[in-house]
């Protein structure tokens, strides 16, 4: 029997309509657009706006794209992983909203939480469950909606961060594409410079904490951005190494979107030229989760059956990784 592998069939993405430039965000914050497009690359991100909207409205209308683009039927599925850092509620998970409003009955669900490296760790995660023969369509999930956790008086981390997201649909391949190889790394001593100060269990919301502003993202900018270059471009090219890929044999990186110097960094210490790097932070920011599969949607038409593509994230907490995975469709 030939050995199964999980091959992405099908991919799609969702932005929210409202445009947030850096010319609007000038009047908010003491910035302006040279000096963010000069460090980050963002010229404008997206914004969820409404009442009662969380990051499942970001995730529903592009899972049922995916339905829709892979002739899916949504009893068909068998399980949804919703990688997010900003889910609707507590609980129940994201993804059980998600689940319910598609109509995939069948499905079970749950949410991982690795912040910008969600995607990678619930790819990985949705892999292995089809790679063991069990389940046959495994939807995975993207999607944050970071200005629910944004504090827009803060011009360090108001400027980089959008809402956004993509899902990708898991079956299984016998032709050796899909999901190949994965690195994936976390360390907690990172956590006091990238997180959340209150929300959680060890410090539930209070007055206090509210007046305090304690219910955003907190950045130490620096400190992140070494630790992100040094850990995302080394991991990156140990996968390469790995598996006896040189840049020549490298159709595409995928990068998380946190920042165009990070990217620019990571392709560098691949040896892999621009033109072969997704790039869209200048139109959507850092969506956290929603980064690598928002490329994979707005770069499918250029995708081609069989192109290596080496996936990289770095996130909060810290963690990071990358994966190789051989792409197994032409375009559609």
Not at 238 to 249: C, K
Request: aromatic share 8%; with cysteine; charged share 20%.
């Amino acid at each position: 029997m030939s050995k199964i592998t999980a091959a992405i069939t099908g991919v799609s993405g969702y932005a929210p309509e409202y445009v947030l430039t850096n010319k609007e965000l000038e009047t908010m914050v003491e910035t302006n657009d040279e000096w963010i497009l000069s460090r980050t690359g963002i010229k404008e991100r997206r914004v969820l706006k409404g009442e009662n909207q969380g990051t499942s409205q970001i995730a529903i209308p592009a899972v049922k794209d995916l339905l829709k683009k892979t002739n899916t039927k949504p009893e068909e599925v068998d399980l949804l992983i919703c990688a997010t850092t900003t889910p609707d509620m507590v609980f129940p998970a994201t993804a059980n909203l998600i689940t319910a409003e598609v109509g995939a009955i069948n499905a079970f669900g749950y949410d991982l939480q690795a912040a910008c490296s969600g995607f990678l760790f619930a790819l990985a995660t949705g892999a292995k469950f089809v790679e063991s023969g069990q389940y046959k369509k495994v939807i995975i999930v993207g999607a944050d909606k970071m200005s629910s956790i944004v504090d827009y008086t803060d011009r360090t981390t108001c400027i980089i961060f959008g809402d956004g997201g993509g899902a990708v649909m898991l079956e299984p391949n016998t032709e050796g594409f899909g999901v190949l190889d994965q690195i994936l790394k976390s360390d907690g001593s990172g956590a006091p410079f990238l997180h959340m100060k209150a929300g959680g269990s060890r410090k539930p919301a209070t007055i206090e904490t509210i007046e305090a502003r304690q219910h955003y993202a907190y950045q130490e900018g620096q400190t992140v951005f070494k630790f992100a270059v040094k850990n995302m471009a080394d991991v990156s090219a140990e996968v390469m190494e790995r598996n006896n890929l040189t840049s020549e044999d490298v159709a595409w990186l995928v990068p998380h979107q946190a920042n165009k110097r990070i990217i620019e960094a990571t392709a560098n210490r691949m040896g892999v030229s621009s033109e072969k790097v997704m790039l869209n932070i200048q139109k959507y920011g850092n969506t956290t989760s929603g980064t690598i599969p928002l490329c994979l949607w707005e770069y499918e038409p250029q995708l081609r059956k069989g192109d290596n593509l080496i996936l990289a994230a770095f996130g909060g907490g810290f963690t990071w990784g990358s994966i190789y995975m051989k792409w197994a469709y032409d375009p559609k």
